[in-house]
DNA sequence: ATACTGTGTTAGCACTGCAAACATAACGCA
DNA sequence: TGCGTTATGTTTGCAGTGCTAACACAGTAT
């Protein structure tokens, strides 16, 4: 490492710098390349690659630290939805991860996600489980896994369209209002 | 042109070429570049920046193209929601088009599509325009706004996240089923 | 001590987007 | 008819990318 006075021939831990100078990148709006990332942490364009087998895989990486802060931010802050109007409040909590961290997002979604061994798979089932759980608590009756489905994708849509700007919103207040109009319009229009 | 035996130095239409080249491609699964399209059309590497400022203009026109399909598809069908079930089938049929042509899916929505002038946010206002009139009609008392940005948003997430894998189903009639189940539970649990 | 293994480096390939300078053909107008 | 102008295509070239292969260095085990 840099920090002692040694030869600094191995770095020590490459591979957590590597990750968080990509995640740096992302968040800065730079768009991201193996070598671009490699530059930033100091070292060879190809060192990367003995840590990372691709560039998928750093992809992987932080598309799998975004769950988990996406998981953090939605079970932590505020419990999880126990009734109708909580689940509005996942929504836009939900939303407001996306167009905050909206790089991070695109890279946790983005992309095909094939393999079955995906770090970001496991990740994405747990998200719906989670919130299938915690549904079928507070509507037992429901079917838990329609109702997860339709509150993710709700979710998840919306934060697509603000984010890509097919939705538009002149403030982060006016979107959280606008996503919890649009929930609470379509839960009510069946009454 | 190359179907008389001039001397063909100019194409004639390249543009359309390169577009439904480029068109080929992207639902060929080939990862479609500028100057693989114009290999494919049979002209030099440079060519499409006459026609094209950039490869996002290329991948505008191509999402352009898609807006007019899935508005087609939408529209065409079967008449546009005029009541709840057919809301349910409005969203169905808006991810079987995602299924369907995946690739272009993403291209019409995986990026930030800034530009005010863009082809891509005038066709995607005009399915938002659309959905809320439809529904302005069947709901009238309804905020019909916030009620489009959900059926679109529920749609729209639903779509994405079977087209990356988030959520899973083993037939295109079985993500029917559940996008219908989907759409309903969130609909019957207000009421 | 010696071999081995893990980690980093250098060199090089095929590809990409894009800009500049050039070539060719069509069209407008005398 | 002939001559410029303009639209369209070509060649050349640059910087950047992902990735592989061959090499260099350092710590570990035998």
């Known amino acids: 490492m840099s920090t002692s006075g040694k030869t600094a021939y191995h770095h020590g831990d490459l591979r957590a710098a590597?990750?968080?100078?990509?995640?740096?990148?992302?968040?800065?709006?730079?768009?991201?390349?193996?070598?671009?990332?490699?530059?930033?942490?100091?070292?060879?364009?190809?060192?990367?690659?003995?840590?990372?087998?691709d560039r998928d895989a750093l992809e992987s990486a932080l598309a799998a630290e975004g769950f988990r802060d996406l998981l953090d931010g939605l079970g932590g802050g505020r419990g999880l939805p126990a009734s109708l109007p909580d689940l509005a409040e996942f929504a836009v909590a939900y939303v407001a991860f996306?167009?905050?961290?909206?790089?991070?997002?695109?890279?946790?979604?983005?992309?095909?996600?094939?393999?079955?061994?995906?770090?970001?798979v496991k990740a994405a089932d747990a998200l719906h489980q989670l919130l299938a759980d915690a549904l079928d608590r507070v509507f037992p009756d429901a079917d838990a896994e329609a109702l997860a489905s339709a509150g993710?994708?709700?979710?998840?849509?919306?934060?697509?369209?603000?984010?890509?700007?097919?939705?538009?919103a002149a403030s982060d207040e006016e979107v959280a209002g606008r996503v919890r109009g649009a929930f609470l319009a379509l839960v009510s229009v069946g009454a």
Do not use: I, N, Q
Request: hydrophobic share 45%; glycine share 10%.
């Open 18 to 53: 590597l990750l968080s100078a990509a995640m740096e990148m992302l968040e800065g709006g730079e768009p991201f390349s193996l070598r671009a990332v490699a530059r930033r942490a100091g070292v060879s364009p190809t060192a990367p690659y003995r840590h990372f087998k």
């Open 98 to 120: 996306a167009l905050r961290r909206p790089a991070l997002f695109r890279v946790m979604f983005g992309k095909p996600c094939d393999g079955a061994d995906d770090e970001r």
């Open 152 to 168: 993710w994708g709700l979710a998840h849509g919306l934060a697509c369209l603000y984010l890509d700007g097919k939705l538009r």
